[in-house]
């Protein structure tokens, strides 16, 4: 991941093996503070950073105030670091702090299934598919187990579209990671628990863009949310507006740039790509 926010003013970066990311600067180190403080809100105040923050940034009030609050034994001890750290830049105002301490407040009170959920979702964000999928599951699993203990329908059937919630989302993360099949079949099982208009439409996509999908020995039944022609315009819009988005990629031009050489440079130019590629895909497992 790669943040380009100011200048770098450090001559070395911050390296986080947990966000898998590199920082030159302290408004980067407030950007990642502030939208993914899920992340971090707990281990994230470790020796390495302070020493960074001291010596790299040149900032050793900063860095010895983060140490003391590491060093207390109060519970909110996380928080008031990362608080401390937002409030030194100034980069995000008074109300933007103030809200950032609330969503880590609420990360610290609700339950496992809202937690795994409100995780996976940094992770999808942050392009880190199989984690995200893995969090996701974490969550139907959690919310399946409450469905089980459901005393009313209202609680049940509130239950059955969160469900459906999630196989959703564990469908877009598999497509990500090219596994449209397991997509497939997770999206119907989203269909199956609590027919949704989302569900209908990530099918829809899916079956666009994937030769083969949706075929079946036998007549698919009709479903219960049946897209409108309107919709399925929309959704054909979107489509053809992200695969725009990919040609004028630097990948897709690098890759068409790299077929235009001659045998051996073209050679030379698709090996580095592919490895390129197979990083990127590694990280996002």
């Known amino acids: 991941m790669a943040l380009l926010l100011c200048t770098k003013d450090a001559a070395n970066p911050f390296y986080n093996e947990k966000l898998d990311i590199r920082l030159w600067s302290l408004p980067e180190l407030c950007y990642v503070i502030y939208n993914y403080p899920i992340l971090i809100m707990d281990d ?12 790299e940034l040149g900032l050793p009030f900063l860095a010895g105030k983060i140490e003391q609050l590491a060093a207390s034994q109060e519970e909110e001890r996380g928080e008031d670091i990362l608080m401390a750290i937002l409030q030194e830049c100034n980069y995000y105002t008074q ?7 609330r969503r880590i407040r609420s990360y610290r009170n609700c339950g496992r299934e809202e937690y795994m959920h409100a995780l996976g979702a940094a992770m999808f964000r942050l392009r880190r598919y199989r984690s995200a999928y893995d969090s996701f599951r974490e969550a139907d699993q959690a919310a399946a187990e409450q469905l089980r203990k459901a005393g009313d329908q209202r609680t049940a059937s509130g239950l059955l579209l969160k469900r459906a919630g999630y196989l959703c989302d564990m469908a877009s993360a598999c497509v990500q990671l090219f596994e449209e099949k397991k997509a497939e079949e997770l999206l119907l099982s989203a269909e199956e628990l609590c027919p949704t208009e989302r569900a209908e439409s990530l099918l829809y996509l899916l079956h666009a863009n994937t030769p083969g999908a949706g075929e079946q020995q036998e007549a698919p039944s009709e479903p219960e949310t049946p897209l409108t022609d309107e919709k399925k315009k929309e959704l054909d819009l979107r489509r053809e507006e992200a695969r725009e988005k990919a040609r004028s990629s630097q990948s897709f031009q690098a890759l068409s740039e790299a077929l235009l050489l001659d045998p051996v440079k073209r050679e030379k130019a698709l090996g580095e790509l592919l490895r390129k590629w197979k990083k990127d895909f590694r990280r996002m497992n």
Not at 44 to 55: N, Q, V
């Open 95 to 101: 109300g933007e702090t103030e809200a950032c301490r």
């Open 44 to 55: 994230f105040a470790t020796p390495e950073l302070c020493s960074w923050i001291r010596e």
